[in-house]
């Protein structure tokens, strides 16, 4: 059973982080930037600025390295830039793993399937 109060807020959220993608590809995959450039929310693109501000970090600009969404689910799981790839069919797969496949459900979030 899924949390709807979670979900609505999840969903809440995932509007508030919308903005304006970089329209840069990754290198490694060849996939779309998922980094966004511009928070369309005043309030959190102040938040990111400021943040980026402490971090010293650069802005992120045609020259800076593009990751696309194979590269951040690499990132979320600690794993090399490139353990991810997609197959001819789309699906989006762990290299070296085999059996660990995912897949894209109705809300468009890749999602882990077990074969056995
Ligand atoms: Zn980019
Ligand atoms: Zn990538």
């Known amino acids: 059973m899924p949390d709807m109060y979670s ?3 999840a969903e809440a959220m995932k509007k508030r982080l919308r903005g304006k993608r970089c329209t ?24 990111v600025d400021a943040l980026r501000a402490i971090q010293g970090a650069p802005r992120h600009t045609a020259e800076s390295q593009h990751y696309c969404e194979l590269c951040s689910m690499a990132m979320r799981e600690n794993r090399p830039l490139d353990a991810f790839a997609r197959d001819s069919k789309g699906v989006v797969y762990l290299k070296n793993a085999g059996k660990s496949r995912f897949y894209e459900n109705d809300e468009g979030e890749l999602v882990m399937c077990e074969e056995e």
């Open 7 to 9: 979900k609505k807020a």
């Open 24 to 47: 840069h590809k990754c290198q490694i995959h060849g996939e779309q930037c998922t980094v966004i450039t511009r928070y369309k929310d005043k309030k959190i693109q102040a938040t």
